[in-house]
């Protein structure tokens, strides 16, 4: 396919860029920055002008969109909220009018409400029926732009599907995980979890080639959690007055992923404890 990947320079990006070409697809990366794939194989673009976005989606197949200001607190709220809802609504309208097949596009694990301080989550392990509640203008515009793909799907009988994306860790940040490890607390702001950049791909690509209809959210993160003890005596440390909803199994992901297994077929395949030695026991 003929694969248009917003913000392909960016931490998710470029892997994701690499695993969609390494599988034979025509990747077009479109960022403010470039990527080093070659003449013609980036696009310097703000996708917050609806001409230059319109143009930079001329041709695609499909549209993986990733593009905006990755996290809270980098930019004031307003400016953090206006550049990645005005760059969603545009990749989306743009993504209609070239009538491409599918939309794969980043949410974020923070429309559930991260983080959980002082508001513990409603119950555990947290699935994408967790009323959203968004504490940054960044979970708003990310809350916002899934209502968009919502209703672009009804309108537009175009598949969308938005990824709610846990802590992304490349290889190289697996070495910071023991600095975790003595307090639970230090890490209970998204109940322990991440995902491995190169899984992130992975769901990426079980997007885009997932058999389905309409616009669908699925929480993507590893397997298990950042912490080498069991998930359910984390739980009853931490947040012990919330409702657990079904057993939880040894040191599970709390961040329930079942939904994009059905779904999408994912299947994380890397884990912290493949870089660095858990403790003893």
Excluded at 195 to 216: I, Q
């Amino acid at each position: 396919m003929r694969i248009v990947v917003t913000g392909g320079s960016g931490k998710a990006g470029r892997w994701v860029v690499a695993h969609l070409r390494e599988r034979g697809h025509d990747v077009l990366n479109v960022d403010w920055r470039p990527d080093d794939g070659g003449h013609g194989q980036s696009l310097v673009t703000d996708l917050t002008d609806l001409g230059q976005c319109h143009d930079a989606l001329s041709g695609a197949d499909a549209v993986v969109h990733l593009a905006a200001i990755p996290a809270p607190g980098l930019r004031p709220e307003g400016e953090t909220f206006r550049i990645n809802a005005l760059s969603t609504y545009n990749v989306f309208s743009s993504a209609v009018d070239h009538n491409v097949q599918r939309v794969v596009w980043a949410s974020s694990e923070t429309v559930l409400g991260l983080p959980f301080d002082p508001d513990p989550p409603a119950f555990a392990p947290i699935d994408e029926s967790h009323p959203p509640r968004p504490e940054s203008s960044y979970a708003l515009s990310k809350l916002i732009g899934e209502e968009m793909a919502a209703q672009a799907a009804r309108r537009n009988r175009i598949p969308f599907v938005g990824l709610r994306i846990s802590n992304i860790m490349e290889p190289d940040d697996y070495a910071a995980f023991p600095s975790y490890w003595a307090d639970a607390r230090l890490r209970k702001w998204n109940l322990w979890g991440y995902v491995d950049v190169r899984d992130v791909a992975a769901a990426v690509r079980a997007g885009l080639e997932a058999p389905l209809d309409g616009a669908h959210v699925c929480i993507v993160a590893a397997a298990d959690t950042v912490m080498p003890r069991p998930s359910a005596e984390l739980m009853a440390e931490v947040y012990p007055t919330v409702p657990i909803r079904r057993p939880i199994e040894g040191r599970e992901t709390l961040l329930a992923i079942d939904r994009a297994r059905a779904l999408l077929g994912y299947r994380p395949e890397h884990a912290w404890r493949d870089h660095v030695k858990p403790p003893a026991d």
